[in-house]
């Protein structure tokens, strides 16, 4: 079984993809660019975005950002 909680490093290099668990990304250092099924926002520190199991989205971090990710399993 793979880690529920993360703690991952953000760069320019953006990630787009969607996955069948919902996450949380909260923001510890730096901005992180984010889109959930085209709606923009940032996440900073202290604040985090929530992205629903199978939604596409998309971030990027122009000048690096670390965050802390929960991945949220899915209900068997």
């Excluded at 969607?18 to 926002?41: C, I, K, N, P, T």
């Excluded at 929530?50 to 991945?71: E, T």
């Amino acid at each position: 079984m793979r880690p529920i909680l993360t703690l991952r490093q953000y760069t320019h290099d953006p990630i787009v993809h969607s996955h069948d668990h919902a996450q949380l990304v909260f923001g510890l250092s730096g901005a992180l660019d984010f889109e959930v099924d085209g709606r923009r926002s940032q996440v900073v520190q202290q604040s985090f975005v929530v992205v629903p199991s199978g939604f596409h989205h998309a971030c990027g971090s122009a000048n690096g950002s670390r965050c802390l990710v929960l991945d949220v399993p899915s209900a068997p």
